[in-house]
């Protein structure tokens, strides 16, 4: 072998000095091209949403089950006005608002076969946001079905025009966005909104995503389709403390740039040595802090700063969707990196709010590849975003 390698440094002395700058150079850049194609292979491209997918269905005021309706969209109107503009030879993108919010709270929450805990989240979901944000006062039985007592505000089966606003905080909705799910979750949501009563139930809108497309491309699906001031996605599961939802709006508030961008996201980082962490196996907490160890390394600095990037429970003010939903990329469980990278590289300041927090079980979640995965997953959006294969819509 020292034999062959002697002949090597032989051979190569007697090439002249410009042909072996370009030997290099050229193989430098062929496996620069080859690097970027097998990133541009690898790297994941969300499947445009199908006209079903954007339709939603609710209780109609007979309590029937509503025919699809059609869901409204602030992205495809915000989409076609920047074309517009575009083809006008403006490319500053300046002045093109969102759509002026219906109402002041939407709440997303992504469900892939989630029938037997999504009741119990909305319950807890629902009596909130009726309290804070309603004209009426739900009365929440024992059971967790839920009687509205309504003071005569009128609905409407397609669910536009539900709670008109009547003051600054007052209106809210839910859209609850079934990824695929092949259990009862759709009957489920529909079950839940009809115990609502028929003049609130039309605040659940049920949306149904034809195949699974993962976690993040169910919120981000939900998050192109709200009508709020503010919009917050919680997981089905109920884990977050709902209740926090008025201090990430608080935060939010305070962060806001002079535009009202802002986003408040929910941290369990305070939990770190509560017993809920401490019970966990050696497994899942030794992955827990290699994977923060791995992001704090992969992502830019406002990111890499927050402590908790994976909790299911994040607010956004409306002026701030649009710097951020049109350009998701991320469909798995990575995507809340991915939706903080774009708000700092947007400007937008970010606040991060302990919350309340509990161990659910029936998880989906698998410890060990999962977390492999989203490792794997960090690794390549990070590349796309670098590297230009990921471009902001």
């Given at each position: 072998m020292m034999e062959c390698f002697r002949q090597t440094v032989t051979a190569s002395q007697s090439i002249p000095l410009p042909l072996l700058f370009?030997?290099?150079?050229?193989?430098?850049?062929?496996?620069?091209?080859?690097?970027?194609?097998?990133?541009?292979?690898?790297?994941?491209?969300?499947?445009?949403?199908?006209?079903?997918?954007?339709?939603?269905?609710?209780?109609?005021?007979?309590?029937?089950i509503s025919i699809a309706q059609q869901l409204p969209c602030w992205q495809d109107a915000y989409v076609a006005a920047k074309a517009a503009a575009q083809k006008k030879g403006d490319f500053s993108s300046n002045g093109l608002g969102i759509e002026a919010p219906e109402l002041f709270m939407s709440l997303v929450v992504p469900a892939y076969n989630e029938e037997d805990r999504l009741g119990i989240m909305l319950t807890e979901a629902v009596e909130y946001l009726e309290q804070e944000y309603g004209a009426s006062?739900?009365?929440?039985?024992?059971?967790?079905?839920?009687k509205a007592r309504m003071?005569?505000?009128?609905?409407?089966?397609?669910?536009?025009?539900?709670?008109?606003?009547?003051?600054?905080?007052?209106?809210?909705?839910?859209?609850?966005?079934?990824?695929?799910?092949?259990?009862?979750?759709?009957?489920t949501a529909l079950n839940f909104a009809k115990d609502l009563g028929t003049k609130s139930s039309a605040l659940i809108r049920v949306v149904s995503l034809q195949e699974n497309r993962g976690k993040g491309g169910a919120v981000t699906h939900g998050l192109r389709h709200v009508r709020g001031r503010?919009?917050?996605?919680?997981?089905?599961?109920?884990?977050?403390?709902?209740?926090?939802?008025?201090?990430?709006?608080?935060?939010c508030e305070k962060?806001?740039?002079?535009?009202?961008?802002?986003?408040?996201?929910?941290?369990?980082?305070?939990?770190?040595?509560?017993?809920?962490?401490?019970?966990?196996s050696f497994l899942r907490n030794f992955l827990m802090h290699s994977f923060h160890l791995f992001l704090r390394l992969l992502t830019p600095p406002a990111t890499a700063a927050i402590r908790d990037?994976?909790?299911?429970?994040?607010?956004?003010?409306?002026?701030?969707?649009?710097?951020?939903?049109?350009?998701?990329?991320?469909?798995?469980?990575?995507?809340?990196?991915?939706?903080?990278?774009l708000a700092e590289s947007a400007g937008i300041p970010v606040a991060e709010v302990p919350v309340g927090w509990k161990e659910v079980k029936g998880s989906k979640l698998n410890v060990l590849w999962d977390s492999l995965g989203m490792a794997w997953s960090l690794a390549i959006l990070r590349a796309a975003w670098t590297f230009g294969v990921y471009r902001r819509s």
């Open positions: 370009l030997i290099f150079g050229s193989t430098f850049i062929g496996i620069c091209v080859l690097s970027f194609l097998i990133l541009f292979i690898v790297a994941p491209i969300p499947r445009p949403p199908t006209k079903a997918e954007k339709s939603f269905k609710c209780i109609g005021p007979d309590g029937s006062q739900p009365s929440i039985s024992e059971n967790g079905s839920v003071n005569g505000h009128s609905g409407a089966s397609n669910g536009r025009t539900i709670h008109p606003p009547t003051r600054s905080n007052q209106g809210w909705e839910v859209l609850i966005v079934s990824d695929g799910s092949t259990d009862k979750t759709i009957e503010y919009a917050v996605f919680a997981d089905a599961d109920g884990a977050s403390r709902f209740t926090d939802l008025g201090k990430l709006v608080k935060a962060v806001a740039d002079s535009e009202g961008r802002g986003v408040a996201v929910g941290s369990r980082a305070h939990l770190v040595g509560s017993d809920e962490v401490i019970k966990r990037t994976q909790c299911g429970f994040k607010l956004f003010s409306r002026p701030s969707l649009p710097y951020i939903i049109p350009s998701m990329h991320s469909q798995g469980w990575i995507f809340d990196v991915e939706m903080l990278m």
